[in-house]
Every structure is written in C-alpha cells, then in structure tokens.
C-alpha cells in the first residue's frame, strides 16, 4: 500500500508569493491534516479535512487555505508569503479523523518551503 | 497555547544505555497519548500509545509511562542504539492532535 506522498518536496519562494502544496493520502483514507514545522515549535496543526469540508483549524491566519478533493487528495495554499512561513509543511492521513478516534495518522516526508 | 510540552530540546545517550524523553500536557480531557519518531527528511512515524485507563505500556525497547495525576509521560528506551538517533514527538488527539516541540535524540556509540 502506497504511503502519504507530497508534493514538491523543496520549494523556493520570494515574499509576496503564493504557493499551492499537494499532499495524496494513503488509499481509502478520509482525512487529510496539515501541520507546520518549525525548530522550537514543534509541529502546529493547521487544518483538517474530511470528506472535502475543513473540519478543524488551528491557529493560522486567514493566508493559509487548503481544500480536499473527492478522491480525499488535499491542497493546502499560502498566499502573500511571509519570510516566517519558511517551514516544512507536513501532511497526514487516517482512516477517519474523527475528533478523539484514536487512530494514528500516517505522515508524508513533507515539503521544504522557504521563503526568501 | 502549547497544551503538549517536551521540556528538553535535546538529549545525548551512550549506546547500550537508557534513553528517557519526557512529555506534560495541561488538558485534564486529554486520554490517550502517542509518541512519533522523525528523521531528517522524512515524516513522524508511529512509535507507542498509551491510553488512560494504563499507567504503562511496553514494546519491544520502547516503554511509555502515564502519571495522570502529573500530567506527565515519559518515553524510555532501552538499550539505546544509534539507529534510535531522531526527534521524538509526543501527541494527543482531541479535536486535533496535539503535538509537543519535540526531543532530539542522540545515541552516541
């Protein structure tokens, strides 16, 4: 069984740029969750989709969207990059998400953004 | 709000040795807990859970320990080896996972 794939994995941006970022969930898995990472921060849970509508958010600004398509494939969007967007953004799957399920999620390798 | 919280940001063992990482949540609603393994490059995996209703749970080298009254739980490894070399995350979900800042480990041989 193929595993959670994301793409790019590095990407260059300049401020003021927008940038999209694909993550595929392992097969038959419904939810999608996005996290940031950052040294010191650990990881900060950005939003969650299910079944194409966001079920969770966390504390971002409004500059970070993301959608789910309904192959449960997601796309998350920053717009008007910021030099402290700079971060590896980390995609997850699991079967359903559902708020307290237990289980696990599964994570891609993450895509390397920096912004210059 | 950091409700998940690794208190060291790092942590060098001698191979063949303990390893213990350390996790405080702050949400008395949280009960179920997981520790994630990450190396360079790659995503979190799953390593170990626990939930409430236990106050250990072991595999293999991989122990975690709940002290509910604390809000404290704790990763120990043993024995340590090189290839444990990685950052530890430990996470509760409720609503949303909750991740704490992580612990980079070093076994050094």
């Known amino acids: 069984k193929a595993g959670v794939t994301q793409t790019p994995r590095y990407l260059i941006k300049t401020r003021g740029q927008q940038v999209t970022l694909s993550c595929s969930p392992i097969?038959?898995?419904?939810?999608v969750s996005w996290y940031q990472q950052t040294p010191g921060q650990g990881l900060q849970f950005l939003f969650e989709?299910?079944?194409?509508?966001?079920?969770n958010k966390g504390n971002f600004p409004g500059r970070f969207s993301g959608r789910q398509f309904s192959n449960s494939r997601s796309e998350m969007n920053v717009s008007t990059l910021e030099l402290g967007d700079s971060a590896l953004y980390l995609c997850?799957?699991?079967?359903?998400?559902?708020?307290?399920?237990?289980?696990?999620?599964?994570f891609g390798p993450g895509t390397r953004l920096t912004v210059l | 709000d950091q409700q998940v919280k690794q208190n060291s940001p790092s942590l060098s063992v001698q191979e063949g040795r303990i390893s213990i990482l350390n996790c405080d949540y702050t949400?008395?609603?949280?009960?179920?807990f997981l520790w994630y393994k990450k190396y360079p490059a790659e995503g979190p995996t799953f390593l170990i859970s626990?939930?409430?209703?236990?106050d250990k749970n072991e595999d293999g080298r991989f122990t975690v320990f709940l002290n509910k009254s604390a809000k404290h739980l704790s990763l120990h490894i043993v024995p340590s080896q090189p290839g444990d070399s990685a950052v530890y995350f430990c996470?509760?979900?409720?609503?949303?996972?909750?991740f704490g800042t992580g612990t980079s480990l070093t076994v050094i041989p």
């Open positions: 997850a799957s699991s079967l359903d998400g559902r708020a307290g399920a237990y289980n696990e999620q599964f």
């Open positions: 097969s038959g898995h419904r939810s």
């Open positions: 989709y299910f079944s194409e509508t966001q079920r």
């Open positions: 949400n008395s609603m949280f009960d179920y």
């Open positions: 626990i939930s409430s209703i236990k």
């Open positions: 996470a509760a979900p409720y609503n949303q996972f909750y």
